[in-house]
């Protein structure tokens, strides 16, 4: 028996990198996937029929996460095709913009706190309010950066830590209900956010220097620890984070 079958699963911003990712390897587990997209209509079409085509069962919606009237109406839509959804993975985020604090226009400071942490909140709420939900699994992708800082990413780094304690604090209000909530917090991964180094053979190996495994991740490299933690295998997991990052964050201070 596949170890997500008769599950249904939404996982934001499963257009491309982690999220597309996790929705393919939920979908070989066997759960029915829900993939949503902000603006890439394309990938997230190819995703979905990608997933069709190998047998598996994947549906697909523009979201956009900071909507929080559609994120309702994506909810309702959803229970309408499968009564109702047993996994959430809260994916989608922007990047952090790169600027100092002093600088930092209010606008692009509400764009990543609106997408990073009212986004999930949205979500959330949404999955915890279905009228049928006996139990269920909550993942949210953070980052490193929930603990680990770095300059003229104030924004980035805020959303992240707030995520961080905010899944914590939902662990403790649900662990009762037979829900379960916990945290990814990925390093380096070879994801459009870290377009750069994607495309740069030499940022790449200097960015990696600095990863104990000298080596940057890929998506695939997060989702044993998604199907994990959404399986019977992490039935006494809950207001855990996985860190994935080749021990990037343990590194932090070596040769000082």
Do not use: W
């Amino acid at each position: 028996m596949k170890k997500l079958e008769n599950r249904v699963a939404l996982i934001t911003g499963s257009d491309s990198g982690i999220g597309r990712a996790i929705a393919l390897a939920f979908a070989a587990e066997g759960a029915k996937v829900v993939i949503t997209y902000h603006s890439d209509e394309a990938s997230a079409a190819q995703v979905t029929n990608q997933i069709n085509e190998q047998g598996h069962t994947a549906i697909c919606f523009k979201l956009d996460v900071t909507d929080e009237a559609a994120v309702k109406d994506l909810f309702s839509k959803v229970q309408a095709r499968f009564d109702n959804i047993d996994i959430l993975v809260n994916n989608a985020a922007v990047n952090g913009s790169g600027a100092p604090v002093k600088e930092m226009l209010t606008d692009v400071f509400d764009t990543c706190i609106k997408t990073n942490l009212y986004g999930p909140f949205y979500c959330c709420r949404a999955f915890l309010n279905q009228p049928n939900l006996r139990e269920g699994n909550i993942i949210f992708i953070s980052s490193i950066h929930e603990d680990v800082n770095t300059p003229g990413n104030a924004d980035y780094n805020a959303s992240k830590a707030a995520i961080k304690n905010f899944s914590r604090s939902l662990a403790l209000e649900v662990a009762g209900q037979g829900i379960r909530v916990n945290n990814i917090a990925p390093g380096m991964i070879l994801t459009d956010m870290n377009k750069e180094a994607m495309e740069n053979d030499e940022v790449r190996r200097e960015k990696a220097a600095h990863i104990p495994m000298k080596k940057a991740g890929t998506p695939e490299d997060i989702t044993g620890v998604a199907v994990f933690l959404a399986a019977a295998e992490s039935a006494y997991v809950t207001g855990a984070t996985f860190v994935v990052d080749g021990g990037l964050s343990i590194n932090t201070g070596q040769g000082a």
